[in-house]
């Protein structure tokens, strides 16, 4: 149900390319400002892809800002660790003392912190409070015309031939962004993810089972198995009756496709890679289907964006499209719902001050602000993910100079962690609002 009351003087008209975790979430959360958006999706529904996301504190934190029901939606979903610690232990090599592992460290992630869901659960619950006007499938966007702000609406032009407009464009659109495409230009090298030569297999396993193989502690909690040239993490979801596991691999060799994320495979040819783990991490791998997905990973890391907004600056990216990271710090969703909040925070200060003043050229200045004090705020901190984010894949499988030293890798992981965990939303707030208020002196 939606519960968000547009403004009667509406200045501001956004569309939101993308319905991912990113544009469903700033649909929520720019409409709980009160500003008009509608969302512009090129599927047939909503999907979400894979199985589960764990959602770290500083992500519960912009989630509650952003509009407590998308905080409410997650806690409903999200399924508690039995322990508050994030355990990370030797998969690959066996362990004298009998239980398969040997712990290596673990990072303290607070009172029901870093909780997983499943993805699609989570999806459809947002998506439920978006109203049904205010979101359009089928919309493949192809093309962006964007004249001066005194100039007209922003143009948005479809693969179906049906074209749409707006004030302001965020483009929400993912890895392959076509805004990007557009901001960048279709040359530029951040239109190009670059291939982490990492892969993944994921699956979820029936609960019992994991109990049954590797026994509760380990099927209850968060843990990530490290080992040389893979690493598995596994966490409950769906209220502990499934364990998420993703196996990751190290591959030297190229992926096979510019267009294809993900292709089937075998449980076999997980086994081909995992041959010489552990019993526990073997034990897991058994238990998954026959049949799955091996996802490469990609990100933006050797092909930055050099900016998150367009030149005529009506246009911005969101999220992946912005920031595409690998997903070893599990927080690629986290800083989106961080990004969205620091644009809801801007654009509600835009479109206050432009309904008390009604000179044209404010009225740009203001939204050009906005934006902009978004970027400047978000870029940092975004870009640094990206980067962390395969340090961490190459710390969980001993490639860096941390080696297998676990004193040296528990202190990176955790430093980097609570950099991620423990990120002040308040002082984000006060930060854009500050930024905007320079900027428009
Ligand atoms: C294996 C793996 C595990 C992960 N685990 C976690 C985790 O535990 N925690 C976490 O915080 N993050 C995690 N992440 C990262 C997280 O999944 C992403 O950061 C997040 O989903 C990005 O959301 P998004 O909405 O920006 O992009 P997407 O989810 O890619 O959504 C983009 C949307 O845009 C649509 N679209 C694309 N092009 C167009 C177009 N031209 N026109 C219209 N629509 C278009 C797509 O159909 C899609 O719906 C993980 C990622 C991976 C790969």
Redesign the pocket.
């Known amino acids: 149900m939606d519960q968000c009351e547009e403004r009667p003087d509406t200045v501001l008209e956004i569309a939101i390319?993308?319905?991912?975790?990113?544009?469903i979430t700033a649909a929520l959360g720019i409409r709980s400002k009160s500003i008009s958006c509608k969302v512009?999706?090129?599927?047939t529904e909503f999907?979400?892809i894979?199985a589960?996301?764990?959602?770290?504190p500083n992500?519960e934190r912009a989630m509650l800002l952003l509009d407590q029901r998308i905080h409410a939606a997650f806690k409903r979903l999200a399924t508690p660790n039995t322990e508050d610690w994030f355990q990370y232990v030797d998969g690959f090599n066996k362990s004298p003392d009998g239980d398969g592992e040997e712990p290596l460290f673990k990072i303290y992630l607070g009172e029901r912190g870093f909780e997983?869901c499943r993805r699609t659960d989570f999806l459809d619950a947002l998506a439920k409070m978006v109203p049904d006007d205010r979101i359009e499938f089928n919309?493949?966007?192809?093309k962006i015309i964007e004249p001066d702000w005194n100039n007209g609406k922003v143009e948005l032009c479809?693969a179906d031939g049906s074209t749409s407009k707006a004030d302001v464009v965020l483009g929400?659109?993912?890895?392959?962004?076509?805004a990007r495409e557009y901001i960048l230009g279709v040359d530029h090298p951040a239109t190009r993810p670059s291939y982490t030569h990492k892969f993944?297999f994921?699956g979820v396993i029936p609960m019992e089972k994991a109990i049954q193989a590797i026994g509760e502690t380990k099927s209850l909690t968060r843990y990530m198995h490290l080992g040389a040239g893979c690493h598995v993490l596994t966490y409950p979801v769906a209220m502990c009756t499934m364990l998420n596991v993703?196996a990751f691999v190290t591959d030297a060799g190229d992926w096979p496709s510019h267009e294809k994320l993900t292709f089937p495979a075998t449980k076999r040819e997980v086994f081909e890679y995992f041959t010489n783990f552990g019993p526990v991490v073997t034990a897991i791998l058994n238990l998954l289907d026959d049949k799955l997905d091996k996802?490469g990973?990609f990100d933006l890391h050797e092909n930055p964006a050099p900016a998150y907004i367009s030149k005529r600056g009506r246009v911005c990216l969101?999220?992946?499209?912005a920031h595409?990271?690998a997903?070893h710090h599990?927080?690629?969703?986290?800083?989106?719902f961080e990004d969205v909040l620091a644009l809801a925070v801007a654009l509600e200060e835009a479109v206050g001050m432009t309904s008390r003043k009604h000179d044209p050229i404010e009225r740009e200045e203001a939204f050009c602000a906005a934006l902009s004090s978004y970027e400047a705020v978000r870029y940092e901190r975004t870009q640094w993910l990206v980067e962390s984010s395969r340090f961490m894949g190459e710390l969980f499988e001993w490639q860096t100079e941390c080696n297998m030293d676990p004193i040296k890798c528990h202190s990176e992981a955790e430093r980097r962690s609570h950099l991620i965990w423990d990120y002040d939303i308040d002082y984000m707030i006060k930060e854009v609002q500050e930024v905007m208020k320079l900027k428009l002196m």
């Open positions: 390319i993308g319905g991912g975790i990113a544009g512009y999706e090129r599927a999907r979400e894979g589960g996301i764990g959602l770290s992500a997983g919309k493949d966007l192809v479809f929400c659109d993912g890895l392959r962004s076509r993944a994921r993703v996802w990973i969101v999220g992946d499209a595409a990271a997903p599990g927080a690629g969703a986290g800083l989106a």
